[in-house]
């Protein structure tokens, strides 16, 4: 074995890490848990009372950037490791935007016209024999 190899095995700094990849490994299960329920419970209070909660935005945010960080870390990306090593992420939330976008939008009526409808979606009328028409195409 050659010097190079030996000295990275022994690398007590390299173990530690490890050590923290795992904790963030385990951290970001949890994170998912999170995310998951921050979406079906925000869901339901878009359904209930038509707009989204801002608290729930601002922890939906916060925890996947979170998660981001904790992926960088362990994957090399980055030295610095996320909460609780770190400040918790930023959010940047603007709740009157957060809200146009989700409300919801009036029906309407309107028939698109065939100019709106792109041309493979929109049956074509072939009259007689014309070049391209598969029924009157025999030899």
Not at 9 to 24: C, E, P, V
Not at 50 to 62: C, F, S, Y
Not at 96 to 102: F, G, T, V
Request: a negative charge.
């Amino acid at each position: 074995m050659n010097e190079d190899t030996k000295a990275n095995l022994l690398n007590g700094d390299t173990w530690i890490r490890l050590l923290y990849m795992i904790l963030f490994a385990l951290l970001l299960g949890l994170a998912r848990l999170v995310i998951l329920s921050v979406a079906l419970l925000q869901f339901v209070l878009v359904l209930v009372t038509g707009k989204p909660n801002q608290q729930l935005l601002e922890l939906g945010q916060g925890t996947a950037k979170w998660a981001f960080q904790a992926f960088l870390f362990i994957t090399y990306n980055s030295d610095v490791k996320p909460f609780p090593f770190a400040d918790w992420p930023e959010t940047e939330l603007m709740a009157q935007e957060a809200e146009k976008d989700i409300a919801p939008q009036p029906m309407t009526t309107e028939v698109a016209s065939s100019d709106d409808v792109p041309s493979f979606v929109t049956p074509q009328h072939h009259t007689g024999n014309e070049s391209g028409d598969q029924d009157g195409d025999k030899v």
